[in-house]
């Protein structure tokens, strides 16, 4: 698998770190209250298609990315920067 | 039919034509008292111990594809109870129990066996941290933990690389009743056991949604039509958040590829199950010869029942430096299962808000252990609606309440290791 680094260009995907879906990027408010942290924390959609996935360039330009990939073909279909997509860009 | 060796004799001299099919095709009926998704290990056992310890005999198992094509037909077969925390401890060493007289209950030949299970160790603080599990061990009751030092390792696995820069090896924690199986004839085994008791088991059949009515499940709706059920079981780890989410459900679960290995057939080498933690590795040697081995996830949510090359690579190296004998051997298949990751790496065996609704998954890389104790537990909790005592810890509300079961301590992550 081959991860197209929006920094760095077409990397081997060891380069990178999964981290998880890509809802982390949005945290609930600290009063949020606990249903929405442990769905924040705990709860997942899990989709059986595509999902926006965050990886860190760790061997690379360490930045964190979104990475929108089929999960039944492992297929990437775009990297965005998370910084972009958190700031409501790209 | 019951098997015995004089059935074989006969059958033997008689041009082997009296064998029968092993479990009937029916149709499904239009309503059955008890539903279980999914026929794997874990639905056929459930379906089995339902008829088998509560009378309960309407029962169906609805499979997707055939009887056992799932992960019990794709794992490295090993069942051990080695487990340290509260909640699991208990649950895995119910489990073996049960192994150990499946043959028997189920009158059919699983081929367990108990080879020992050892868990290497490479320093110091990881030999004081093998000595407190087998201590929990045995406090559990499974006294066949015994903790041995370098010279007693080398003594039985001499040809392991003893003196490896980075992780040299000090000892290991063994578990003499830990071991292997025959992982399709552990579902053939139940799949016969619960046909034989009057459950329908419902092949080519999938599960396209529920019918919930002021929440109360009453009846699945499938590509072979609508069945209605008292109660409906989920056993569908890999695909749990599919199945969960057409009842509305959602699940700290996260799917993942797991691949798996076996080289060609050789020799009697390896008597044991090694478990290299430290670099990911475990191996065993199959009745046929074959060195099965295994190592981390891919650490990337997957459905692709494959995985990539760079963890091919990372398991043979691994198994490289423990023990480089292997390493003219031809590695015959690689395959990948799909791992229903919970968020604390701790199954979920529970109820739902939905009434007769009941969840079993978040297995991890260790369903296959689980087998009879799952099916055990989870048709002791839909009989009767409570917890079975060895599993009263995988409630599905321990998330939110804090009480997870966090084995390997890293946090609400499902990318494990």
């Known amino acids: 698998m081959r991860i197209n680094c929006p920094l760095c260009g077409s990397r081997d995907s060891r380069e990178f770190h999964y981290r998880g879906s890509a809802k982390l990027l949005h945290r609930p408010d600290g009063d949020a209250g606990d249903a929405a942290f442990h769905d924040y924390v705990y709860l997942r959609e899990n989709p059986a298609g595509v999902n926006d996935d965050l990886w860190f360039h760790e061997n690379g330009c360490r930045s964190w990315l979104v990475v929108a990939r089929n999960v039944t073909t492992h297929e990437i279909l775009s990297v965005k920067l998370a910084a972009d997509v958190k700031r409501g860009g790209a | ?417």
């Open chain 2, 1 to 417: 039919m019951r098997y015995s060796a004089w059935e074989v004799f006969k059958n033997g001299l008689t041009g082997n034509k009296g064998w029968k099919p092993v479990w009937r095709n029916p149709e499904p009926k239009t309503h059955y008292d008890a539903i279980i998704i999914g026929g794997g290990g874990h639905g056929l056992s459930t379906a089995y111990y339902l008829a088998k310890n509560h009378g309960i005999t309407n029962v169906a198992v609805l499979e997707r594809g055939y009887l056992g094509g799932g992960n019990v037909g794709r794992n490295t077969t090993i069942v051990r109870a080695n487990y340290m925390l509260n909640g699991n401890s208990q649950f895995y060493s119910h489990s073996l129990k049960l192994w150990e007289g499946m043959e028997q209950d189920l009158n059919y030949n699983t081929m367990l066996s108990q080879r020992g299970c050892i868990m290497l160790a490479h320093s110091d603080g990881q030999m004081d941290a093998m000595a407190r599990r087998g201590n929990m061990m045995h406090m559990q009751g499974d006294t066949d933990a015994e903790l041995m030092g370098r010279d007693a390792v080398k003594n039985l696995l001499p040809y392991l690389n003893f003196d490896n820069p980075r992780f040299p090896i000090y000892g290991g924690l063994m578990h003499w009743r830990g071991g292997t199986a025959r992982h399709d004839a552990v579902a053939w085994g139940y799949a016969r056991a619960a046909d034989m008791r009057g459950v329908d088991l419902i092949q080519n059949c999938e599960v396209k949604g529920f019918r919930i009515e002021h929440g109360k499940v009453l009846g699945v709706e499938t590509s072979r039509g609508y069945i209605g059920a008292g109660k409906v079981g989920m056993t569908v780890a890999g695909r749990s958040s599919q199945v969960g989410e057409m009842a509305g459900l959602r699940l700290p679960i996260e799917s993942h590829v797991l691949q798996a290995f076996v080289t060609e057939g050789l020799k009697p080498v390896i008597d044991n199950v090694i478990s290299f933690g430290m670099g990911h590795f475990y191996i065993s040697q199959s009745d046929k010869g074959g060195l099965v081995f295994g190592g981390d996830l891919d650490m990337y949510n997957s459905y692709a029942q494959r995985g990539n090359l760079p963890m091919v690579e990372h398991v043979a190296e691994a198994g490289m430096a423990l023990m480089p004998m292997i390493g003219k051997a031809k590695m015959l298949r690689s395959w990948g299962g799909i791992m229903d990751m919970s968020m604390d790496g701790t199954p979920i065996i529970d109820k739902t808000d939905i009434e007769g609704f009941f969840i079993n998954c978040g297995w991890c890389y260790g369903g296959f252990k689980a087998v009879p104790g799952s099916g055990d537990v989870f048709a002791h909790l839909m009989a009767t609606g409570n917890y079975h005592k060895a599993a009263d810890m995988f409630q599905l509300r321990r998330f939110e309440t804090g009480h997870m079961i966090d084995e390997t301590g890293n946090g609400a992550t499902p990318n494990l290791h």
